[in-house]
């Protein structure tokens, strides 16, 4: 993965004898941050460091032999603090432009001196909040080029900083490096994404963590634990990804969803249920029509309306919500049952529908639709209602309701 947003042309590499006084201060900046140095030690140490960096660049690799610095074998010695650095966040490349500023690379390795289990800033925490920019920074590859059996399982902090990479932009492919290094450990991976996801406030950021998690096609176990959780985005978030990554094992938890107090949970495990399309499912969506809330109802319906389980005679409910339902994007869902799927409704309760949409006035349109299904079924019942929509002070009404008559030969005289 790369955090280097800077065009550079040409950058020169530095000598071997300037790359390694440049990386022995950048592991004498690690042991100092380590042991508390004073403020002034830490300002002569960068100083240093950062004249040396300006003579060209460095680049320092990590395999499972040690360090290797400008394409030459190192031995650890001063380097040590580096190795451990980079190993405990799984870094295999840092590439330091001549152009980095001593900000920058205090900032880098701050990062690398904040390993998982000490106290102080996490190494995700600085990296998502300041971003090391002019520092070129790569994870271990999934072919793991050899590294000791130990470093084959990423480690949190390693996931955790991919992840948030994959929220800022960074492509999270097989072939991609943050994809590489989440898909080591894809169940682990998914966990840390579903945190980050969680966290989020940003809607695109959580659809990138969303969309990972789909493609990593994890356990889904801590997900039915999420589902128990006391803050609502959690349970949403945990019931929309059941949803996405279509396990029907979760009909049944999702059950429980759709009488949350939160109306988005009630979305969300709606909306996974009539993906799923499991007989229990369907049910908990035929339940969810009944809802107090407008969008719970309109995305049940939708949901019934795509299903291949959806009623083939005349449904109780499509005909009371019908008579009954007072919300314009609910009704329009009912309107598109009616029209692709006439049979789910009587043509009474059509016929009372269109008349009802004709006396309400504002929604016109759909008082049209309905009469024209009607019309289809039973053309003298649609009389009624269109000449009270010929009548109409909308031309485009009036013209539709003409059009109506004419291809079902019915006579409005």
């Not at 096609?217 to 589902?227: I, Y």
């Not at 969506?285 to 719970?296: K, Q």
């Not at 499509?318 to 008579?323: G, M, Q, R, V």
């Not at 009372?352 to 008082?367: E, F």
């Amino acid at each position: 993965m790369s955090n280097d947003t800077t065009p550079r042309s040409a950058d020169t590499e530095a000598s071997f004898e300037v790359a390694l006084r440049a990386a022995e201060g950048i592991a004498q900046l690690l042991h100092a941050l380590n042991h508390h140095a004073s403020g002034s030690d830490l300002a002569l140490s960068l100083a240093r460091t950062t004249s040396l960096l300006q003579q060209g660049t460095v680049t320092i690799a990590r395999d499972a032999d040690g360090l290797s610095l400008n394409e030459q074998r190192l031995d650890m010695g001063m380097l040590a603090a580096l190795y451990r650095g980079m190993t405990e966040h799984d870094l295999r490349l840092v590439q330091v432009s001549p152009e980095t500023p001593p900000r920058a690379l205090l900032q880098f390795v701050a990062l690398l001196a904040s390993p998982q289990g000490q106290q102080g800033v996490a190494f995700d925490q600085l990296w998502a909040e300041h971003g090391v920019w002019h520092v070129r920074v790569e994870f271990s590859s999934a072919e793991a080029e050899g590294l000791d059996e130990s470093f084959d399982e990423p480690s949190p902090n390693a996931l955790r900083a991919a992840a948030l990479a994959v929220g800022r932009g960074a492509l999270a492919g097989p072939d991609d490096p943050a994809g590489r290094l989440l898909r080591r450990s894809p169940d682990a991976a998914a966990v840390v994404l579903f945190g980050v996801l969680s966290e989020a406030r940003a809607s695109v950021e959580r659809r990138r963590y969303f969309d990972a998690i789909v493609a990593l096609h994890p356990d889904p176990t801590f997900l039915f634990s999420a589902l128990s959780h006391p803050a609502w985005y959690v349970v949403r978030n945990a019931a929309a990804l059941l949803g996405a990554m279509g396990v029907e094992s979760a009909d049944q938890p999702l059950l429980r969803c759709i009488v949350h107090a939160d109306s988005r949970v009630r979305v969300a495990a709606t909306r996974a249920l009539g993906v799923l399309e499991t007989g229990t499912a369907i049910e908990g969506v035929r339940l969810a029509v009944t809802d107090r809330s407008p969008e719970v109802r309109r995305v049940a319906w939708r949901a019934l309306r795509r299903s291949a389980r959806a009623p083939q005679e005349p449904c109780p409910l499509l005909a009371d919500a019908l008579l009954q339902e007072r919300d314009v994007d609910v009704l329009r869902e009912l309107v598109v049952i009616v029209q692709r799927m006439p049979q789910c409704a009587t043509t009474q309760s059509i016929q009372r529908a269109a008349a009802r949409l004709t006396d309400r006035g504002d929604v016109p349109v759909l008082a049209c639709d309905l009469a024209e299904a009607l019309a289809h079924r039973a053309p003298r019942l649609a009389l009624p209602v269109l000449r009270r929509l010929a009548d109409s002070g909308n031309e485009e009404i009036r013209r539709r309701a003409k059009a109506i008559e004419a291809s079902h030969s019915i006579s409005l005289a």
